[in-house]
T-cell receptor
C-alpha cells in the first residue's frame, strides 16, 4: 500500500537549534516526494520537492531510497518556521498526492 | 494574481441536509482536487478531475459527489450530510501531472 508516515505530531525546539522533521514512505516504484507547509492563517503551500534539489528558506530534504525516507532538515530554526508541515508522495505517472498526517513545528524564542 | 477561491468559507448545517461547496480558479489549470483535513489524519483525497469530462474517485469518495461545470469550477456535494463529515475541506489545482498543487483557503464545515 502507498503510505506516508510522519511519526511526530509535534516537534518543539528553541530558536537556533537544528530541526529534522521525519518522513517515511511506503511505495514500490519511483515516487515524487514533496514537503508542503501551512503557516498560521495561510494556505497550504509547497515548500520543496525532491527533484528540484534546492534549499528553500534554509530547509533541505534528501531522498533516501534505501531507508524510504525524505526527512526535512534545517540547521538553525527560526521562530517564523513555526507551522504545520506535511510530507506528500505522488506515485509515478499519477495526478494524486498522498499526504502524511503532518508535524507541527514550534520554534520558541 | 491568479487564485483558487472557495465558497463558503464556513458552514454549519444539520444532519441530512444537502450541501454544496464550490471551488473556482483563475490559474487556468486543468487538474482540480478536493481534499478533507481532519486533526491527526492529514489531508485525504476525495475526488479529482483532469478536465470537465474526467472525474475520478479518491481515497474517501463515499458520501460525496462532484461536478466539474467548467475548467475553472469544481463543486463538491454532500447529498445527505452526517456529523462525521465535519472537517476542513480544501480545493487544489495543478497544471501538470505530479506537479505542484495550489490550494484554496479551505471551507470549514460543521454538521450537527
Amino acid at each position: 500500500a502507498q503510505r506516508v508516515t510522519q511519526p511526530e505530531k509535534l516537534l518543539s525546539v528553541f530558536k537556533g537549534a537544528p530541526v529534522e522533521l521525519k518522513c517515511n514512505y511506503s511505495y514500490s516504484g519511483s515516487p515524487e516526494l514533496f514537503w508542503y507547509v501551512q503557516y498560521s492563517r495561510q494556505r497550504l503551500q509547497l515548500l520543496l520537492r525532491h527533484i528540484s534539489r534546492e534549499s528553500i528558506k534554509g530547509f533541505t530534504a534528501d531522498l533516501n531510497k534505501g531507508e524510504t525516507s525524505f526527512h526535512l532538515k534545517k540547521p538553525f530554526a527560526q521562530e517564523e518556521d513555526s507551522a504545520m508541515y506535511y510530507c506528500a508522495l505522488s506515485p509515478y505517472n499519477t495526478d494524486k498526492l498522498i499526504f502524511g498526517t503532518g508535524t507541527r513545528l514550534q520554534v520558541f524564542p | 494574481d491568479a487564485d483558487v477561491t472557495q465558497t463558503p468559507r464556513n458552514r454549519i448545517t444539520k444532519t441530512g441536509k444537502r450541501i454544496m461547496l464550490e471551488c473556482s480558479q483563475t490559474k487556468g489549470h486543468d487538474r482540480m482536487y478536493w481534499y478533507r483535513q481532519d486533526p491527526g489524519l492529514g489531508l485525504r483525497l476525495i475526488y479529482y478531475s483532469f478536465d470537465v469530462k474526467d472525474i475520478n474517485k479518491g481515497e474517501i469518495s463515499d458520501g460525496y459527489s462532484v461536478s466539474r461545470q467548467a475548467q475553472a469550477k469544481f463543486s463538491l456535494s454532500l447529498e445527505s450530510a452526517i456529523p462525521n463529515q465535519t472537517a476542513l475541506y480544501f480545493c487544489a489545482t495543478s497544471d501538470a501531472r505530479g506537479g505542484e498543487q495550489y490550494f484554496g483557503p479551505g471551507t470549514r464545515l460543521t454538521v450537527t
